[in-house]
């Protein structure tokens, strides 16, 4: 089966694998775009991190009284509830940074697992080649005949969804593109100079897979993995508006924006003010892995 | 093409080894086709029937007896091994049976909870394959106005940007689909029925009556494939550009719309046919899920997520098999179509 991807190809050559990663990371943050994502990805990890300390509210509690009051800058809004409150009487900024800070987590943890678990029996299969690569290379037809929604809603849908069920399903869908790009560059990679050197002084499979191989195919694919925490960020929020993603009373962006269809009429913000937040967070990320992946292929192509 | 042909094929004309080699091709990835899709189905199936929640309790409502839940079960064969289960299951498929829904009357409607265990039985159910026939023309019919509008956007846009690589194209390129993969679909698909429906009233949201019930959520399944396309658009086309011939077509006096409709495009279409087929599709039906979910659009992706809610197991299997089978043939199209067009690629 024919994978088109951008990462397949062969990489960076190993003698100057770590110049060539850093002059990816320079080319990327010269550009003015980088810098503004990176500004604003750090600036929503800090609310998130610490906006629940600061603001007097609570994501939970419900209040009948404070009920719909819309963001502070309309009329009827008052503080400390900035953004409004949802039809509980929650406050809603607060909701939506808690939601932020599970979607962070879910798409960092899931893209990490991911990433670990494909490229590892990615590289195991490319390096192995034979009955090994065939077989492994089966599995990943099959798991990526699989639509990840039908998976996703068969194993949550029927089971009690948690964080840990759905970071297991969205690894169990995104781990086989990893492992074929990381396959298809090993395969370049086995024949080169360095690898077999490394055989001949007696270097064994393992550490060349993972001393010499790793290092050097690794970066440039995680330079694109940050597009897949996106993702992953919105699978997470489509999962919650079902309602087979973290269940209540956590805050989710799915449940607030699925909570709040009934009210969209009266009270609008209650769907789309956190979704803003939520677009601005991908929008973020979404820019840096842009920005990553023109550099990294640009320097790969020898082009700047 | 192959490096050693086999001995037979020395003996046939050049016409004749091609169509020799198309055949071996397509029994080849056939063949694999169906295991992949077996493996598929066996896997759903086992993760149905290992997860907790079941079947019996929503088929028969809350107050059925233990006794005629058990009844229940084994009328259905759900306490059979679940090996058994299945070998079952694709005598049947073979047979061109795909089984009754669980819950669905022969109606439509939704039956089961209410009423006793002795009218339970499973002719009553409404055959799998006719309410996915129902379901299917509405899916078609989202996915074709989706993917046409993603089109109308991404193919001006993508071409532009990718002739040329720096500049406003393709900054502006970049932009909007950052921008565009960066909105969630379902909070998009809110905030349209917020603004073209439900506030100016412009436009039908929700359930399906006529057409123009498929607009809003035709444009939030293009507002998801558009940044997909127009990226795999200008990268295909840049690649393209690049190359020696581009610059040796100009210089031999050929204009450079000429060099781009005859000879970039055609030798951008193989990436993309590829990026096409693995990608787009999955997305594609995974987009069709959600937005009918959020529209209340009665297609497959409804049908399913219900029937997931409702332990619908004969239901789920059947679009998991239907859309696996999709997903594997739509590969083998791309791969043959990428060889047909580029004749250096080996089947």
Known sequence: MAIASSSAGSFATPARGQSVNARILR?????????????????????????????????????????????????????????????LGRDLLLRSLIGLRNAFLIGIISVVLMFVLGCAIGIFSGYRGGWTDVVLMRITDIQMSIP??????????????NPVTIIAVLVLSGWPIYARVARSVTLAERQKEYVRAARIIGASDLRIMLRHIAPSILPPIAFVAVLDVARMMIFEAIFGF?????????????????????????AWWITIVPGCLLALALGSLNLMGGVLERSRNLILQGAA | ???????????????????????????????????????????????????????????????????????????????????????????????????????????????????????????????????????????????????????LVSIPLGILAGVRNRGWPQKTALYLSSFFVSLPNVWVGIVLIYLLSARTGWLPAIGYQHIGYVIIPAIVVAVELAPVMIRSISVAVAGNVQEPFYEIGQVRGLSARAMLFRHVLRNAAVPLLN???????????????????????????????????????????????????????INIAVDFASTTIDRRLKF
């Open chain 1, 242 to 266: 079902i309602g087979i993603g973290i269940q209540p009373p956590t805050p989710t962006f799915g449940t607030i924006i699925s909570g709040g269809t009934q009210y969209l009429l009266n």
């Open chain 2, 275 to 329: 990026s096409f087929g693995a990608q787009m599709i999955g997305m594609l039906l995974g987009g069709l899920f959600v937005v009918e979910y959020i529209f209340s659009f009665p297609g497959i992706g409804l049908l399913t997520i219900n029937a997931v809610f409702q332990r619908d197991f004969p239901v789920i299997q059947t679009v998991a098999i239907f859309a696996s089978t999709v997903l594997v043939f």
């Open chain 1, 148 to 161: 990840v929604i039908i998976l996703a809603i068969t194993i949550l849908g029927m089971s009690r969804p």
């Open chain 2, 1 to 151: 093409m192959r490096a050693s042909a086999s001995p037979v094929l020395v003996f046939l004309s050049p016409d004749k080894i091609k169509m020799a080699f198309a055949l071996e091709f397509f029994l080849r990835r056939i063949s694999q086709g169906v295991l992949i899709v077996l493996a598929v189905a066996f896997v759903i199936f086992t993760l149905l029937r290992i997860a907790p929640g079941d079947p019996t309790r929503i088929i028969l409502g809350p107050m059925a007896t233990p006794s005629a839940m058990e009844e229940t079960a084994q009328r259905l064969g759900l306490r059979d091994p679940i090996p058994v289960q299945f070998l079952r299951y694709l005598g049947d498929i073979a047979k061109g049976d795909f089984g009754n829904s669980f819950i669905r009357g022969k109606q439509g409607g939704t039956t089961g909870g209410s009423q006793d265990a002795g009218s339970a039985a499973p002719v009553e159910r409404a055959a799998v394959i006719e309410l996915i026939a129902r379901a299917l023309p509405y899916t078609l019919l989202l996915a074709a106005c989706g993917f046409l509008l993603a089109c």
């Open chain 1, 27 to 87: 080319l990327a943050w010269r550009s003015p775009e980088m810098k503004v994502a990176t500004a604003l990805f750090a600036a929503l990890c800090l609310l998130t991190l610490f906006g629940p300390f600061i603001i007097d509210a609570s994501a939970t509690k419900i209040s009948v009284a404070d009920k719909f009051l819309p963001p502070v800058f309309m009329e009827g809004g008052r503080l400390p509830h900035f953004l409004g409150t949802d039809q």
